[in-house]
């Protein structure tokens, strides 16, 4: 069985400085793993994905993410937050192809001015 | 790409009533997802299809569920005797599935169901 642990249920951060989201994953094949985005009032929106390929993944907005085997991790990582990044940040794994997605609990990010 | 359309935004109803949730995927898109998420929660897988066919459901879905995908386009999401425990925002999501590795999903905005 898959499943995803959001260790920080809401993160503040002064527009600027660097973001941190973690993501622990537990399963037993080699997983897929995205992070999604949902600001509010619209639709779940793909900010990156991992397939197996290079273990640090880039994605939209300057997101980016580690996968770290060892520690079963794949934490979220932007440099410099932006208002506009205020929204709420899952981690989501999928363990076959074209499958179900198991979601985490949901990050939610607060951007001050 | 004109998006994952979902009718209708917000639904109320009285427990016990019957609703009917809609979903128009992305058109070339084979495979179409329903997933519920309550307030604080992430979203829950439900069921999903591939063409018109129902492949998998989850032990959430209970008998008073029921998802169709008739031609393998728009899906529609009925559920039977609401309970105050079905109020939730439902998702819809579509993807081009061909075979490999997990395919991108595109979300709608849900459908909000608030059960009096």
């Known amino acids: 069985a898959q499943s995803v642990t959001q260790l920080d249920s809401h993160v503040s951060v002064s527009e600027g400085t660097p973001v941190l989201l973690r993501c622990n994953y537990s399963?037993?094949?080699?997983?897929?793993l995205f992070w999604y985005v949902q600001h509010p009032n619209k639709g779940l929106q793909l900010l990156l994905k991992?397939?197996?390929?290079?273990?640090l993944v880039k994605g939209i907005n300057g997101f980016e993410a580690e996968f770290k085997k060892s520690e079963t991790s794949f934490h979220l990582t932007k440099p410099s937050a932006h208002m506009s990044d205020a929204a709420e940040y899952f981690c989501?794994?999928?363990?076959?192809?074209?499958?179900?997605?198991?979601f985490g609990g949901g990050t939610r990010v607060l951007v001050k001015p | 790409d004109t998006g994952v359309s979902q009718d209708p935004r917000h639904k109320i109803t009285k427990r016990g009533q019957n609703v009917t949730f809609r979903c128009d995927p992305i058109?070339?898109?084979?495979?179409l997802y329903w997933y519920r998420q309550t307030l604080g929660q992430g979203p829950e897988f439900l069921t999903y299809?591939?063409?018109?066919?129902?492949?998998?459901k989850s032990r959430l879905l209970s008998d008073r569920f029921s998802a169709e995908r008739p031609k393998g386009s728009f899906s529609t999401l009925e559920i039977q005797r609401t309970e105050q425990g079905d109020s939730a925002m439902y998702l819809c999501?579509?993807?081009?599935?061909?075979?490999?590795?997990?395919?991108?999903?595109?979300f709608g905005s849900g459908t909000q169901l608030s059960v009096l």
């Open positions: 999501a579509s993807s081009f599935y061909t075979s490999g590795w997990a395919e991108k999903l595109f």
């Open positions: 989501v794994v999928s363990e076959a192809a074209g499958n179900k997605l198991t």
């Open positions: 399963s037993s094949y080699s997983p897929s």
């Open positions: 299809f591939q063409n018109e066919a129902q492949l998998e």
């Open positions: 058109s070339e898109h084979n495979r």
């Open positions: 991992y397939t197996s390929a290079a273990t």
